[in-house]
């Protein structure tokens, strides 16, 4: 069986830049990721440029036993190591290039929004919007709402009700 994706574009800096572009997902175990992820590394695939994966590690928030809530911490961070390179073997298989890895502490807002301060390389921001009837998820609501004004690269939000071939056809 071939594969029905072409070669990848070998990294090409925008006119006026230095630097590929970086696609920046904020990775998460929900079912709609995977549309950013997909979106993202199609896009980077098709314009040469790279993606970046964000995952963001809540604090433990057992206070009464130090010890414990270390150990919690620590689960934490090996879970999110392994999701981490789970997606990246994800995004190499449909891109041809490792993405860069980024694991932080704290608020997942917060920290992202400090990640693509810290970070000028960083593009565009892609995010899926929740499918449930909570709606399109905590970050994109707040990016969108009151934290609209911090965010300083575009976002592009992909429905997660899309399937993998609108996304291919889109991106």
Do not use: W
Request: with cysteine; aromatic share 2%.
């Amino acid at each position: 069986m071939t594969d029905p994706l072409p070669p990848c574009a070998a990294p090409v800096p925008e006119p006026g830049h230095d630097r590929p572009r970086t696609f920046l997902v904020v990775v998460d175990e929900t079912e709609e990721m995977h549309a950013a992820l997909l979106f993202a590394a199609m896009r980077a695939r098709s314009t040469g440029g790279v993606v970046a994966l964000l995952k963001v590690v809540e604090p433990a928030e057992f206070h009464h036993f130090a010890a414990i809530g270390a150990r919690m911490q620590d689960e934490s961070r090996d879970e999110a190591e392994q999701l981490l390179q789970r997606l990246a073997a994800e995004v190499v298989q449909l891109c041809g290039r490792m993405p860069i890895l980024y694991i932080r502490e704290g608020k997942a807002q917060d920290e992202l929004l400090k990640l693509i301060d810290e970070q000028p390389d960083i593009s565009i921001l892609v995010l899926a919007a929740g499918t449930g009837p909570e709606g399109p998820g905590p970050l994109v609501s707040a990016l969108t709402g009151r934290m609209s004004t911090r965010l300083h690269v575009p976002m592009t939000i992909v429905p997660g009700t899309l399937s993998d071939e609108d996304i291919l056809r889109l991106a």
